[in-house]
């Protein structure tokens, strides 16, 4: 990824993009280049930056997700930010594809422990909490809206896995079913926040890729 695309919003403190399913936030022991990464070249060279460009990651989506990504362009705002989120005050909305039939809607409710890359249903885990309504359902697949509580680690896979509506793509925790090149049916399209300066509450928005359609 050489080029940055998808920027949703842009101004002095916050660098909102969307990002695609397959490319990492952070980079890790593939050597890959991370959105972080491409993110700071675009910095750099867009306002002629001498030296290491800052930038504040303040959350993360799994590497196969995709959706909205939030960089701070300054330190205040990568703190004030990254107490949103701890105080969970964000709104984060996703849209999934997963397997079988839903309800109408519900609340799940579980206990999610990590186990190195990997995530499991357990007694002795941390509270993980989503809300979701089914949109649309067809050719045994649900599209469904969910509202993100917590932030476990592989929350959403895990627990639609428990309840055996696999995310398509999730070959990981039992999906059968391929989805797109390297990605998940999931895709964070709503974040809502505080501005870190103006204190105004920021909400953006970002459809999922047109081939999404193609499971319907």
Do not use: C
């Not at 989805?179 to 509450?201: D, Q």
């Amino acid at each position: 990824m050489t080029k940055l695309k998808n920027i949703i919003y842009e101004d002095n403190h916050l660098l909102v993009i969307n990002k695609p399913a397959g490319i990492l936030v952070q980079g890790d022991i593939t050597g890959d280049e991370s959105l972080l990464e491409t993110a700071k070249k675009y910095i750099k060279v867009k306002y002629n930056k001498p030296g290491n460009v800052f930038l504040g990651l303040v959350h993360r989506l799994d590497r196969p997700t995709s959706g909205i990504i939030v960089f701070a362009k300054t330190s205040k705002s990568a703190s004030r930010l990254s107490k949103q989120f701890k105080e969970k005050t964000i709104e984060k909305y996703y849209v999934a594809l997963v397997e079988g039939k839903i309800p109408k809607s519900g609340v799940l409710k579980d206990k999610i422990s990590r186990n190195g890359a990997t995530s499991k249903i357990s007694s002795t885990g941390k509270q993980a909490e989503l809300k979701y309504k089914l949109l649309e359902y067809k050719n045994n697949i649900s599209k469904v809206e969910i509202e993100l509580i917590t932030g476990r680690h592989h929350q959403i896979r895990v627990q639609f896995a428990k309840r055996n509506n696999f995310i398509l793509g999730d070959f990981r925790y039992g999906s059968k079913i391929k989805f797109g090149n390297k990605a998940l049916a999931l895709h964070s399209f709503s974040l809502s926040l505080i501005h870190p300066t103006t204190k105004e509450k920021m909400t953006f928005e970002f459809e999922p890729e047109d081939y999404w359609d193609n499971y319907f």
